[in-house]
């Protein structure tokens, strides 16, 4: 049997082993290289020309994205393999518009990595289970990447006759799914020209962060602009909290207060404010 020769790409070392651990249950995959940060993964790929390059997103010094632009150019035959903690849709069909062949999410990398691996050798498009659901398209097909994307976004129009005030309830069977449809909500949202409140832990304050300027959004401009205005939930709920019970006037106060700065935000006639 041929040899595949595979490049291991991921800044945490321990994840890298298991990678390496994992690959090598394969006789025919062979580890030739292995990197820390997105530069080394482009020179390596570079020099090694690798069959196959199994590649993190949050890479130090170059992002995983960029990363595997550059190695596409550099070194076009070898096929890229995403493995990462993210699992935003817009995040996944990036990579495969980059010419990635595979997605895994970090958290499914024990049951799927072997399987995307066979997947991606043989041609075929692999995505983790939880996102096969959604429509990727291939940088080969841009019209039908055009597609997905416009499919994948929530449109925020209200209808003729519709009555624009609601309060959507949503659940989610997991942080990721989570994430993910705040972050496709957000996105259109802004899209759209709305302003956005957003009131999360520290933690997933900064998922969504990662997650739209993945996806496009220059989210910099958009706190600048107040069309996009995130809160620690801590700090935010310490402003109408009084001995671990809400104050209405208080809460009143402040959510009225959000609301006037974000609607003076949205100032065209039709545009609205959301509150996540």
Aim: aromatic share 6%.
């Amino acid at each position: 049997m041929s040899s595949v020769r595979v490049l291991v790409v991921d800044d945490h070392e321990p994840f890298r082993r298991f990678v390496c651990s994992t690959l090598e249950k394969r006789l025919e995959l062979q580890i030739v290289g292995q990197a820390s940060d997105g530069l080394e993964a482009v020179q390596k790929a570079e020099e090694l020309q690798p069959d196959l390059i199994v590649l993190d997103l949050g890479l130090p010094t170059l992002h995983g994205i960029e990363a595997a632009r550059r190695i596409r150019k550099l070194s076009p035959e070898s096929k890229i393999l995403f493995v990462s903690q993210q699992s935003f849709a817009d995040v996944v069909q990036e990579a495969l518009t980059l010419g990635a062949l595979g997605y895994v999410v970090k958290a499914q990398a024990g049951s799927e990595l072997l399987a995307a691996v066979e997947a991606v050798l043989e041609g075929r498009q692999f995505v983790s289970r939880g996102l096969s659901g959604y429509c990727f398209a291939h940088a080969t097909d841009a019209q039908a990447t055009d597609l997905c994307r416009d499919e994948a976004l929530p449109s925020l129009a209200p209808r003729e006759g519709e009555i624009t005030r609601s309060h959507e309830v949503q659940f989610y069977s997991d942080e990721a799914s989570l994430l993910l449809g705040f972050t496709r909500f957000i996105k259109a949202a802004l899209l759209a020209e709305h302003a956005v409140i957003v009131v999360a832990t520290e933690p997933h304050r900064v998922s969504l962060l990662q997650g739209l300027q993945v996806g496009g959004v220059d989210v910099a401009a958009a706190v600048e602009q107040k069309h996009y205005i995130p809160l620690n939930v801590a700090d935010t709920l310490s402003t109408f909290m009084v001995n671990g019970l809400i104050d209405p006037v208080r809460f009143t106060k402040v959510a009225g207060d959000l609301l006037v700065e974000a609607a003076k935000a949205a100032k065209e006639e039709h545009h609205h404010v959301a509150l996540c």
